[in-house]
């Protein structure tokens, strides 16, 4: 599944793990049986706490109310999805066991233990990194950069495929791009049965869009000084034909 193309410059494993809450826009709880579904009710805290907002009704509420000392274990589920459309668009996914607890009007769950599971397989992340670390900078903004990127410039996606191993395009019928933090971007190469991920580093980080912009462009520049990719023009040549 995934492409030779040298993986440099990428997120730690809390960095990630506190950027996909930080986005996501639904969190699914498992509490004393029960399993719900919350879209738009939760935030992070600076330590890493998730505040829940529910119904005084929902069944969530109601376990948190009636467990011993108020404080049932729980499990929340994070799923990381790409914002431009590819196939399998589910990142990364991350899952939080701890404890709830009343807090204000809401529900606090503080947790014990970080699983973050990506394609390369799962890991656990040590709970006071966790803790300690920060979502990326770019989170709240990389679903509207990265759709312009590809409805509004499909032209710069293929000149970004100049910088690519040839080997990783070979086969290739589509390139979107699937991710992009402080450290670089990430495309999505998809071909008719399988698909890979290959990783554009920054020559340094970017800790706000003006700068990812400045670093974008200078991906530009390098790759407009690149040849185009062989593999590319015998697609073109095969499409003209």
């Known amino acids: 599944m995934g492409d030779t193309q040298d993986w440099t410059a990428a997120p730690g494993a ?14 699914a709880v498992t509490a004393d049986g ?3 579904e919350y879209v738009g009710t939760h935030t992070v805290t600076e330590d890493g706490a998730v505040r829940l907002t529910v119904p005084d009704d929902s069944a969530l509420f109601g376990a948190v109310l009636c467990a011993p000392r108020q404080e049932p274990s729980a499990l929340l589920e994070f799923a990381d999805v790409a914002p ?9 996914r991350l899952f939080l066991s701890g404890w709830f607890a009343p807090s204000g009007g809401a529900l606090l769950f503080r947790p014990t233990r970080v699983v973050l599971r990506r394609p390369a397989g799962a890991v656990v992340v040590d709970l ?3 803790t300690a670390a920060r979502p990326d900078p770019l989170t709240g903004a990389e679903a509207r950069l990265l759709t312009h990127l590809a409805d509004a410039h499909p032209d710069a996606v293929e000149r970004l495929t100049r910088l690519v191993r040839p080997e990783s395009l070979h086969g290739a019928t589509r390139v979107a791009p699937l991710a992009v933090d402080r450290h670089g971007l990430t495309l999505r190469i998809e071909r008719t049965r399988a698909h890979g991920d290959v990783r554009l580093p920054f020559h340094t980080p970017a800790d706000d869009v003006t700068q990812l912009t400045e670093r974008v462009h200078a991906l530009l520049a390098q790759a407009s000084a690149a040849a185009c990719p062989r593999a590319l023009q015998r697609q073109r040549a095969d499409g003209d034909g």
């Open 14 to 27: 809390a960095e990630q793990a506190r950027s996909v809450p930080a986005a996501a826009w639904s969190c």
């Open 128 to 130: 006071d990194e966790f």
């Open 34 to 36: 029960v399993r719900e």
């Open 84 to 92: 431009v459309p590819v196939r399998h668009r589910i990142r990364a």
